[in-house]
Every structure is written in structure tokens, then in C-alpha cells.
């Protein structure tokens, strides 16, 4: 199996585990973890496809490199407004999860 | 590849620059409304907004004379730069986002408005700040032509329409605001996804220069699937509409008409132009079939639940979630069996129309909604007795902009639902027809029990109306009769 390959599988691989936490997670900060899975697996894809310019004899495609860092910060910057969000909804005594019912006060006491 | 001296050489197309002056300027405004502070914030907004429109004027003056628009970003041609263009279809978006905008901005100063001494500004600065940063990102998204440009436009517009959700900080908003951006981010990184896939078969994210390379095979059609995914996640199109209700109902009048009327429309225009200009080899007609169906469950579903919504605003915003399905009719309506493409006909003409004027209505009914919250002190839709006698042009302004939700002549909503009428019978796909009729039907059934709630005598024991500013029920009056008219003007690109 050819390295390039390797990085495929491996960023395909965070996609699904970042998917499935999305979905089954209850809890929004482990929501937040999963989607930078997702966006991990993708930016990985971006350097894997970064390789298609060594076959014409560069070091590497620039262009996907460019695109990975700009993700990264866009990335970041969701992450940074989805976690604000929820400590306030935390400090608001709204809970940590999605879920109307799920909220007792005792969840609510919790961390988020 | 073209050398790099011939691609210097060419120079950028002439006539472009308004292009950029359209997206830079309100970033240009934001900039001042933060730096200008909490006590500006209003006063620069509303300055901000006549440049924005006269250049949204401008563009679409430029793009009826030349057909269209293009501007290469630092004079770089694709594939090495960005390009971005304007046809009839962003023209028109652009000026329906600047008429919506300065309209939500006139109707916020009551409640964004300069704050009084001792009053926090917080919200004030946050609402005028989203509003420009969504408008920026709405106008790159309707001139981007580059894939990733389009996924960054995408992002802004997400981050701009997040706190828009959840000005007022109670915990409901909060929650709907989360949710509403978990699926707007889910939606963009299936997009970056789908972009990965094309740059990695095809070396380009141009859409021009895609629309000459792709070719029908695996890696195109699993980025189409995922991109198409993750756009339709943005637009809330059923089955991925739940975030919409609670986060457009939840959100303050002037923040919802503007979500509800533009916000969706930004990721529907991306999902036109990736189909009908990167993507046109691609499509089939079965994925066309799907995805009408999926418009059609929206109407029938959006309608159905709207009727049973004892909340005016979730009514409203319940009535987003069908009239998005008709933006979707698009796809399998203009799909040409034999050449086995998308070809831009009616029923695009008919799309866009829908867009426009249901932007229009929407952002009208809204706000008026909002007046009508404001002077009963609630929205429940049973309680509204004595509307129609105490507030006659805040429910005037709502049932004109019903008339072109239900698609009654010579409103917008007619002109639009009659060209995708006449699709679905020109290509024998008798189905969507019975679909447009029934979803008209529902429509006009719930807001007929609203106007019937509002013509009744008020109950002995409601309580006295509060006062509501004549100037602010204008606004709404206004977008209502510009959403009716509509269909008068008949000659659009």
C-alpha cells in the first residue's frame, strides 16, 4: 500500500468516525469534537490530493495546500462560535445537549 | 496550461470592478460598525446601506446591457485565479438581497436602534454587524465562480446568520442557534468534501473550466451527491429542514425576514449554479426525480405542519419549509430527457422567479408578524380577534404577501408557480403539477385560518392593544406590494 493511499484511508476513516459521533452524540461539546473530526479527515484528503503534483515532477500541488489552511481557520473559527454558544447556553441554565426533555438540573449543573 | 505571460498578458475582462465593489462594500461597513462601537452601530448601518444598494443598482444595469459580468481577482485567469461573474440570475439576487436588506434595516431601527443612556448597545452592534457580514457573504455566493470562494461564502454567511438566530440570548434561542449551525456546518464540510474530490479528479475548482471536464464516473458523481447534500442540509430542504423552525421563529422580526427571505436562498443558488454551470453532464433523471421529490415532500409537509401551528411565527416559518420545496421543482422540471442535461428554461426562469418573490413576501410577513407580536403582546393564532380593526395595514401587509405565497395573479409567486406549471405539463410530468396545485391549496388554507382569526371580533376579555409605529407597518406594506407586483413586470432574464 502506497503512502498516499495510507493518508486516503486514514482521512476517510476520521470522515466516518466523525459522522458517526455527529449523529449518536448527544452532547454538543462532543458534537463540536466530532465535526473537527470530519474537517481533519478532509483537510487530510486535501493533502493526499496536494500529491497529484509530484506525478508531474513538483514537490507537490500548492493549490490544495493553500485551500487546507484557509479550511483550518474557517474550522476553527466555527469551532470557536460553536463553543462560545454553548458555554452561554450552559451559563443560561439551557443544559449541554440539544435535547428538550433530557435537561434535568442535575445535567445542567454538569460541564459541558 | 496556458503560459503565464499570455494569461498576464489578457488582462482582466473590462467592466467587472463593481463585482468586487458589491462584496467589498459591506465589508467595508461592518468594519466601521464595529470600529464606530455600540453607539454607531445603527447610524452606520443605515449609512452603509443606500452605497450597497446603488451598487447592486449598478451591477444589474451593467449585466441587462452586456448579458455578463466577469472579474478576475488580481487580474489572474482560472485556473491559477479566482474568477467572479455576474449573469441575469445574480443580478437579480443581488438586487432582491439589497430591496430585502435596506427593508429589514429601516423596519430594525425601532428595535436596534441607537441605544438610550444606561441602555447596553451589546445587541444593537451584534445585529447590525451580522447584517452586513450576511449581506457580504449573500453577494459572494451569488458572484462566486470558484468552488472554494463559494464554500468560504458559505461559512460567512453561516457565522453571520448564527447570532442573527439568537440575539435575545435566552436559552430556546441558544438551542436553536446550536442546532442551526451544527447543520450548517455539516452542510459545509460535505461541500469541502465534494470540492476535494472534483480539484483531485479534475485539477480546477473554476466552474467553467469543470463544466468542459467532467466527465460521468465515480469521483464526479460522489462530489456532486456530497456537495448536493450538504448545500440541501443549508437550505433546509426536507427531510433536513428541522433547524429551521425554531431558529426563524426564535429570532427578532427584522433577523428572521432577512434568514428566512435570503439566508436559504445563498446555499439554493450555489446548488443552481453547481448543477446548471459546473455540473450539467452529470445530471441524470432519476437524481433529478429525487430530489424533486424531496421539494415535493417539503410543500406537502411544510404546508401540512404549517396548517396545525397554533403560533403565527412558526406558521410563517413552517411556510419557508414549503416554499423551498418549489425552489427544488427546479431540477427535474428542467431536465431535458433526450439531451439528458439540465437546460436553463422556464422552469429555471420560474425558480429564480419563486426566489425573488418569495424572499419578498416572506421578509413582508415577517415583519409584519413582528408588529402584530408587538401590539398583542403574543402571537397566538387563535387570540388575533380585532386585528383587522386595529391593525388594518399590518394585516394587509400580511395577506398581500399571503396572495403571492399562494401563488394568486398577478403576484410573483403566480408568475413563478405558472412557468413551473407550464414545465411540468411541456415535459409530460403531470406529477409535480398535481404537487404545485395541492401545495398551493394547503397554503392558502392556513393563511385563510389567520386572516379568519384576525376578521373576527376581538374576545371581551383581551386585553388593550399596545401602540405600533405607523412607519414600521410601511415597511412590510411596501415588500408585500413589490412581491405582488411582481409578476407585472414579466420581462426578466
Known amino acids: 500500500m502506497s503512502p498516499t493511499t495510507l493518508y486516503g484511508l486514514c482521512g476517510a476513516a476520521l470522515v466516518g468516525i466523525g459522522l458517526y459521533g455527529l449523529l449518536t452524540e448527544p452532547r454538543l461539546l462532543r458534537k463540536i469534537i466530532a465535526f473537527n473530526l470530519v474537517g481533519s479527515g478532509v483537510f487530510l484528503l486535501f493533502g493526499v490530493v496536494a500529491r497529484r503534483g509530484a506525478d508531474a515532477g513538483l514537490g507537490g500541488d500548492p493549490v490544495p495546500q493553500a485551500l487546507v489552511i484557509t479550511g483550518i481557520v474557517v474550522a476553527f473559527s466555527a469551532t470557536a462560535l460553536a463553543v462560545a454558544l454553548l458555554l452561554r447556553l450552559h451559563e443560561t441554565g439551557g443544559g449541554v445537549t440539544l435535547d428538550d426533555e433530557a435537561d434535568s438540573p442535575a445535567a445542567d449543573r454538569s460541564t459541558p | ?493
Open chain 2, 1 to 493: 496550461m496556458t503560459p503565464l505571460t499570455e494569461v498576464l498578458a489578457a488582462g482582466p475582462p473590462a467592466g467587472g470592478g463593481w463585482l468586487v465593489a458589491a462584496i467589498a462594500w459591506p465589508v467595508i461597513a461592518l468594519l466601521l460598525v464595529i470600529a464606530g462601537g455600540e453607539r454607531n452601530a445603527a447610524r452606520v448601518g443605515v449609512l452603509a446601506l443606500p452605497v450597497g444598494f446603488a451598487i447592486a443598482v449598478k451591477v444589474a444595469l451593467d449585466v441587462a446591457g452586456a448579458g455578463r459580468l466577469a472579474y478576475h481577482v488580481g487580474g489572474w485567469a482560472p485556473p491559477l485565479g479566482i474568477a467572479l461573474q455576474a449573469d441575469g440570475l445574480s443580478a437579480a439576487m443581488l438586487l432582491v438581497t439589497a430591496v430585502v436588506t435596506s427593508g429589514a434595516s429601516i423596519y430594525a431601527l425601532a428595535d436596534f436602534g441607537p441605544p438610550r443612556a444606561g441602555q447596553s448597545g451589546r445587541t444593537t452592534l451584534a445585529f447590525w454587524a451580522s447584517l452586513l457580514g450576511a449581506w457580504a457573504a449573500l453577494n459572494l455566493a451569488f458572484l462566486g465562480n470558484d468552488l472554494f470562494n463559494l464554500y468560504v461564502a458559505l461559512e460567512l454567511l453561516t457565522f453571520a446568520a448564527v447570532p442573527l438566530v439568537c440575539l435575545d440570548g435566552s436559552a430556546a434561542t441558544l438551542k436553536a442557534a446550536l442546532r442551526y449551525l451544527l447543520y450548517a456546518l455539516v452542510g459545509s464540510v460535505l461541500y469541502l468534501l465534494g470540492a476535494v474530490l472534483l480539484y483531485g479528479a479534475y485539477g480546477t475548482l473554476d466552474m467553467g473550466l469543470l463544466a468542459q471536464a467532467v466527465r460521468p464516473e465515480p469521483a464526479a458523481w460522489a462530489a456532486a451527491g456530497l456537495m448536493t447534500a450538504g448545500l440541501l442540509a443549508k437550505t433546509a430542504l426536507f427531510p433536513l429542514h428541522l433547524w429551521l423552525p425554531p431558529a426563524h421563529a426564535g429570532a427578532p422580526p427584522a433577523a428572521s425576514a432577512v434568514l428566512s427571505a435570503l439566508v436559504v436562498k445563498g446555499s439554493f443558488f450555489i446548488v443552481l449554479r453547481l448543477w446548471f454551470d459546473a455540473l450539467p453532464g452529470l445530471a441524470t433523471a432519476a437524481a433529478m426525480q429525487l430530489v424533486g421529490l424531496l421539494g415535493a415532500g417539503a410543500i406537502l409537509y411544510g404546508s401540512a405542519l404549517a396548517l396545525r401551528q397554533q403560533r403565527l411565527k412558526l406558521l410563517v416559518a413552517y411556510s419557508t419549509v414549503a416554499q423551498i420545496g418549489y425552489l427544488f421543482l427546479v431540477f427535474p422540471l428542467a431536465f431535458d430527457a433526450s439531451a439528458g442535461q439540465l437546460v436553463a428554461g422556464a422552469a429555471l426562469t420560474g425558480g429564480l422567479l419563486q426566489a425573488v418573490s418569495h424572499a419578498l413576501a416572506k421578509a413582508a410577513m415577517f415583519m409584519s408578524a413582528g408588529l402584530i407580536a408587538v401590539a398583542f403582546g403574543h402571537d397566538r393564532i387563535a387570540e388575533l380577534g380585532g386585528l383587522a380593526r386595529a391593525r388594518p395595514a399590518s394585516l394587509l401587509a400580511f395577506a398581500l404577501a399571503g396572495v403571492s405565497l399562494v401563488g394568486l395573479p398577478p403576484s410573483g409567486g403566480f408568475a413563478a408557480k405558472w412557468l413551473l406549471l407550464s414545465a411540468a405539463v411541456a415535459t409530460g410530468q403531470w406529477w409535480w403539477a398535481a404537487v404545485i396545485v395541492t401545495g398551493g391549496l394547503l397554503t392558502g388554507a392556513y393563511l385563510v385560518l389567520v386572516l379568519l382569526r384576525a376578521l373576527a371580533e376581538p374576545a371581551a376579555s383581551a386585553a388593550p392593544l399596545q401602540p405600533v409605529a405607523a412607519w414600521r407597518e410601511t415597511v412590510p406594506l411596501v415588500l408585500a406590494l413589490l412581491a405582488v407586483l411582481m409578476g407585472l413586470a414579466g420581462v426578466l432574464p
